[in-house]
Structures are given as structure tokens and as C-alpha cells.
Nanobody, 125 residues
Framework: QVQLVESGGGSVQTGGSLRLDCAASGYDYSGYSMGWFRQAPGKEREAVAAIGSGGSTSYADSVKGRFTISRDDAYNTLYLQMNSLKPEDTAMYYC???????????????????WGQGTQVTVSS
């Protein structure tokens, strides 16, 4: 049974940092690409970053230079380091796993097969 569990969310002030973790289990983690997505109240879900099974990465323009996605296949864990946080980064953050075409770090939510329950990030001004 595939399970993705996010942690690390919280409340910070503008300019602060947080690191999100996503612990994966129940599948061959190293063979999947992974992504982070977020959804703010009243808004559609949007891509944040993705990482392929080979380590290549993609980022949404809004987070480039501030967020870093990484993975540790030895620990089946996905990370999102978030620096210089802004109020507009406030959202529920979800990790997702993609089984097919795993080498490609897709930013399309529909490409992903499995999703976690989310962790809340709140940035105050």
C-alpha cells in the first residue's frame, strides 16, 4: 500500500524558512518521480517543484531561486527547502509520486498517481 506522509509545515514570518519532508512507503520509491504541489483557500492546486528518478528538477517560476527540492532514496524521503518565504506561499502543501515516465520531473498534477494528505504552511507579513 502506497503511503506518502508530509511533515514540517508551520507558521513563519515573511523571509523565514521551512523544510518540508515527505516519507514514502509501500512502493519502489527510487523508481518514481516526485513532486510538491500546493493549494491555497479558494485557489486551484498548483505545482511547486518536481524531481525525476535520476535527480533532474523542475520548478514553478514563482519559487525559483527560493525553494529547493531534493530526494534521499536511501531513506525514501522527499524534501522541499523553502527560503525567503512570502505571504503568497501560504497554502496546504502536498507531495505526490509518479510511476510512469519517472525520469521526467513533471509539473502536471494529472501525471501523478499517489498523493499525501498535506501539511499546512502559513507565512505572515
Amino acid at each position: 500500500q502506497v503511503q506518502l506522509v508530509e511533515s514540517g509545515g508551520g507558521s513563519v514570518q515573511t523571509g523565514g524558512s521551512l523544510r518540508l519532508d515527505c516519507a514514502a512507503s509501500g512502493y519502489d520509491y527510487s523508481g518514481y518521480s516526485m513532486g510538491w504541489f500546493r493549494q491555497a483557500p479558494g485557489k486551484e492546486r498548483e505545482a511547486v517543484a518536481a524531481i525525476g528518478s535520476g535527480g533532474s528538477t523542475s520548478y514553478a517560476d514563482s519559487v525559483k531561486g527560493r525553494f529547493t527540492i531534493s530526494r534521499d532514496d536511501a531513506y525514501n524521503t522527499l524534501y522541499l527547502q523553502m527560503n525567503s518565504l512570502k505571504p503568497e506561499d501560504t497554502a496546504m502543501y502536498y507531495c505526490a509520486a509518479r510511476r510512469f515516465a519517472a525520469f521526467n520531473p513533471s509539473l502536471r498534477a494529472n501525471d501523478y498517481n499517489y498523493w499525501g494528505q498535506g501539511t499546512q504552511v502559513t507565512v505572515s507579513s
